[in-house]
T-cell receptor, first 115, second 110 residues
Framework: DAGVIQSPRHEVTEMGQEVTLRCKPI?????LFWYRQTMMRGLELLIY????????DSGMPEDRFSAKMPNASFSTLKIQPSEPRDSAVYFC?????????????FGSGTRLTVV | GDSVTQMEGPVTLSEEAFLTINCTYT??????LFWYVQYPGEGLQLLLK?????DKGSNKGFEATYRKETTSFHLEKGSVQVSDSAVYFC?????????FGAGTTVTVRA
């Protein structure tokens, strides 16, 4: 099992540019989560998909952020336009059912720097 | 709402020392509780979990007991190694959502 795969590992972009982060969940997992990690705010849940459908996007900070899951094996998180305050590590995680039983499996993250 | 409070770090220990990281939670009902570990440059990994009161989770020499009466889930290890240097996160789950504590950075010196 390759685990949750995220790309790119590092992204440096200029303010105002569009950024797309990618995630491949573990095969068979039906829940997918995007988290953001910063020193100031810790780990924040941005959006939760179940069976490819967005269930809870209340954590998406602004309209500049959007996420899609076109199929069970792929999801994207897009920021357009990017701003320096978006600099953070973005994690994708997947699970089979609720984490109460199985926890989440996290990817290695994408470190985004907006200059 | 649900919340998790962890002891602040950083924590620096010598090899073979005893490690305790305190974690308390606020939640209605009986959430499941977790400890995750994050090694430098990596994502979070599930270390152990407990799903009901008095359950003890254990893994890799780490232990934590779900204490409903004190709403706590303290992490312990009897003899740490340099390879245990990492950030440790306490978390609770309700339905699909995991709520994390702020994390505690642990450094173990040889």
């Amino acid at each position: 099992d390759a685990g949750v795969i995220q790309s790119p590992r590092h992204e440096v972009t200029e303010m105002g540019q569009e950024v797309t982060l990618r995630c491949k969940p573990i095969s068979g997992h039906n829940s997918l989560f995007w988290y953001r990690q910063t020193m100031m705010r810790g780990l924040e849940l941005l959006i939760y998909f179940n069976n490819n459908v967005p269930i809870d996007d209340s954590g998406m900070p602004e309209d500049r952020f959007s996420a899609k899951m076109p199929n069970a094996s792929f999801s994207t998180l897009k920021i357009q336009p990017s701003e320096p305050r978006d600099s953070a590590v973005y994690f994708c995680a997947s699970s089979l059912g609720f984490p109460s039983n199985y926890g989440y499996t996290f990817g290695s993250g994408t470190r985004l720097t907006v200059v | 709402g649900d919340s998790v409070t962890q002891m602040e770090g950083p924590v620096t220990l010598s090899e073979e020392a005893f490690l305790t990281i305190n974690c308390t939670y606020t939640a209605t009902g009986y959430p499941s509780l977790f400890w995750y570990v994050q090694y430098p440059g990596e994502g979070l990994q599930l270390l152990l979990k407990a799903t009901k009161a008095d359950d003890k989770g254990s893994n890799k020499g780490f232990e934590a007991t779900y204490r409903k009466e004190t709403t706590s889930f303290h992490l312990e290890k009897g003899s740490v190694q340099v390879s245990d240097s990492a950030v440790y996160f306490c978390a609770l789950s309700r339905d699909y959502k995991l709520s994390f504590g702020a994390g505690t950075t642990v450094t173990v010196r040889a």
